[in-house]
């Protein structure tokens, strides 16, 4: 029997419901991080009650759409890589704020980042993603998304601290503090935190590695498969390293550390949602 106007219409109606949905709790997650944003740049960060319960708006915001599009199994699309992402983000540095005064001075910087991945994520929130595949255990799967979440999450906060010290050594350089660098960590304590962050990022890239290495065995029935993902994180593995090393033995720091990070943290963008952003969005586009 051939449906009637009202049955199409109202079969088209429910298939819209799903995107309609999706675009809105995008933009809800996305309005969550403007409170944070705002009070990061209109005023020095101090742990009152406004400080705290705008970063935890944001982060509920992200959290809840990252339930929301993970909700019945894990989701490829870039949309809900870049809200876990933020959400991971947003949970460490809320552990941080919690014990380090330093930190919560960064909220305008990274705030500000992260409220463009958010626009980003709302953007492509409709984008097909490509289905997960694989035979690996379920257990070895969730153990290598988690660890390469909290990869990028702590790469992320180790770049926008690299990124604090790299400004205020450019406004002592030439003597003129701006408003922002006011408002941001004094070098050095940019700099420890940078180098607590990117420890502790190798340690759990180290682990996400290796969690590769074994999913390629089951997988595969090999330890190395070089794809784009797998190489240039192996090359942020070796860059964060060299790093730490040298940072460990001659002391390196400044703006040659300042671009070292930036370069790690480009190839992890680039091994996450940047190959997500590829296969995802231009080569989803028809010819």
Known sequence: MRPTIDQAG???YSAAMPNFLTTLDSLFALACLLPALFLGWVRPARPDGAFWASLALAAFGPGASSAFLILGGWHTSLASALWVSISATLLIYLGLCLSSAPARRLLGLL???LALLALIAAIWSQTPERPLIGSAPSGWLALHILVSVGTYAL???AAVAAL???????????????????QLP????????????????????GVGVLSGFLLNVIE????????HKTLLSL???LVIGALLAAH???GTRGRLATRLILLAYLLLTLAYPGVKFVTDVLMARPA
């Open 10 to 12: 109202w079969h088209r």
């Open 111 to 113: 705030m500000s980042y």
């Open 155 to 157: 790469a992320t906060l």
């Open 164 to 182: 604090a010290a790299f400004l205020q050594e450019q406004a002592l350089k030439k003597k003129q503090p701006t408003k922002l660098t006011r």
């Open 186 to 205: 004094a070098m050095a304590e940019s700099e420890n935190m940078t180098f607590s962050l990117l420890l502790g990022g190798e340690a759990v890239l």
């Open 220 to 227: 595969r029935g090999q330890w190395l498969h070089l794809d």
């Open 235 to 237: 090359l942020a593995f």
């Open 248 to 250: 460990h033995s001659i």
